[in-house]
């Protein structure tokens, strides 16, 4: 099978990986908000950027480091699965330990049996890192796509059951844990390789001397997502943090269904072009105009529907609106950012990652305490405006112009050519946003109820989205030609 054949199958599966994935966690997340409130969702978002830290300390950038090496060898995965797996037990007792600890400085003592709880994932995520970057590597998307499918649609029933049964917040602990323990059992069960009892502590060394700057790097990446739950948890408590992270969430899921993919596939794909600097460039560009096709217009539709979107869920969500839109408004700079990471561990140059996630990890972290601290005593509302409001300042002064210099010195690729790659596309974004927007105002205000609303929103959103990518950008007005042409002519044949 040629390369693009590989790649395009590899996407394809990528995606069905992220919309079954994502759809069925989106759907029962929407579920579970209706049913537990935001005070329940902020308790375990709380818990579970506890737990992401930790699995992020075990997983040591391993992943990428099999994904990335050239020649590798069975020895480089039988001694990391080892290490890892010893490394596994000691770290699930230190997090349920300092996982009180936590609960007391959060003045949360729910959190600590959270936590506790949560902490028996990490062994069974140590058992699946190995495994896991064979099959990226390999770009088998197809056995991680079934995967995910499956665990999160057994996790989402075990949620939503405890949660109709009264169990609160533990539903979320019982939707993650069986989640993980499912995709353990499906992940060992589609994989061929199985490790032998042997280490290799210079084949080990190999890994971790890339490993261990990508992992510095995937902590300043963590601290830049996660640095706004630890510091609203401080500062306003779970409520906020349960508002926040659900409007967080619904932008970080439309951005994962639609491209996250290609990042995934990016890596493995870049990789093979890092001695061949036209391809790469050429292959970056196309990188990033596909997900601005995949998600400008619909972070539009998203931030327009924000309004009968939060309504349906409930009174206590509403205060979740306008940091949604806020929030929609960062994730398209957040697409511009998107490929860095791929690009430079492609081209074995972890450093500049290492470097360019903890700068932005930084400014992130010090905008959100600084909005934290200035906001203290206004009402939730203004809180979490404030809180948005510092993230979308740190991606368009620090983030976005980082990322285009970097660009332009490892692969070529000027600001120009981004803004041709994806600018029209913010048209698209801009006009679904208008309709969309203007159709919920009218709705709400005839005193319609919440979801038709949504519905004639999202419609109207929709088509004037699609009419302006239409309109604006002239390949995918090309496509959708022959897209007609090849219809009509069908229909003419028949």
Not at 229 to 242: A, D, Q, R, S
Request: hydrophobic share 55%; with cysteine; proline share 4%.
């Amino acid at each position: 099978m040629s390369s693009s054949k590989v790649v395009q199958r590899a996407l394809r599966w990528a995606y069905v990986w992220n919309w079954g994935h994502r759809g069925v966690s989106s759907t029962l997340t929407l579920i579970l908000a209706a049913l537990l409130g935001p005070t329940a969702f902020g308790v375990v978002a709380m818990g579970m950027a506890y737990i992401a830290l930790v699995e992020m300390l075990l997983e040591q950038g391993f992943t990428a480091a099999i994904m990335q090496r050239k020649d590798l060898q069975p020895q480089h995965l039988d001694s990391i699965f080892w290490l890892v797996l010893v490394v596994s037990g000691p770290l699930c007792a230190a997090s349920i330990v300092a996982g009180e600890w936590w609960a007391h400085a959060n003045r949360l003592p729910e959190l600590g049996p959270v936590i506790a709880v949560l902490s028996l994932t990490i062994p069974i995520h140590g058992l699946t890192i190995v495994q896991h970057a064979i099959f990226g590597r390999e770009m088998d998307f197809k056995s991680l796509a079934i995967r995910a499918n499956c665990a999160a649609l057994f996790g989402g029933v075990v949620g939503v059951s405890m949660a109709i049964a009264g169990f609160g917040y533990w539903a979320l602990v019982a939707q993650r844990v069986s989640e993980v323990t499912a995709g353990l059992i499906l992940l060992w069960s589609l994989s061929h390789w199985r490790p032998r009892l042997r280490f290799s502590s210079k084949h080990a060394r190999e890994l971790i001397g890339f490993s261990s700057a990508t992992f510095v790097g995937q902590l300043g990446r963590f601290a830049g997502l996660r640095a706004d739950v630890v510091i609203i948890g401080l500062f306003f408590g779970p409520t906020v943090v349960g508002l926040y992270r659900l409007a967080a969430r619904l932008v970080n899921t439309l951005l994962v269904v639609f491209t996250r993919p290609l990042e995934w596939v990016a890596l493995p794909h870049y990789s093979r072009m890092q001695d061949d600097p036209a391809e790469l460039r050429r292959a970056l560009l196309k990188s990033l105009r596909l997900s601005g096709l995949a998600s400008f217009p619909l972070l539009g539709l998203l931030a327009g529907v924000s309004d009968p979107l939060l309504a349906c869920l409930g009174e206590q969500w509403a205060a979740a609106a306008q940091p949604l839109q806020i929030l929609c408004l960062a994730g398209m700079f957040a697409v511009v950012s998107l490929f860095v990471a791929p690009l430079v561990q492609a081209i074995a140059r972890p450093q500049i990652f290492l470097a360019v996630t903890w700068i932005s990890a930084i400014c992130n972290a010090v905008a959100i305490l600084t909005a934290s601290v200035l906001l203290r005593g206004a009402n939730i509302e203004v809180q979490l405006a404030g809180v948005a409001g510092a993230v979308l300042v740190i991606a368009v002064l620090v983030t976005t112009p980082m990322s285009l210099v970097l660009y332009r010195r490892c692969s070529a690729v000027s600001a120009r050519d981004v803004m041709a790659a994806i600018g029209w596309f913010g048209a698209s974004a801009i006009a679904a946003a208008f309709a969309s927007g203007v159709v919920s105002t009218i709705g709400s205000g005839l005193g319609f109820a919440p979801f038709p609303v949504l519905v004639a929103a999202g419609i109207a959103g929709g088509l004037a989205g699609i009419s302006a990518v239409v309109l604006f950008d002239g390949e995918a007005r090309s496509g959708c030609l022959d897209l007609f042409r090849r219809v009509s002519g069908r229909q003419i044949a028949t």
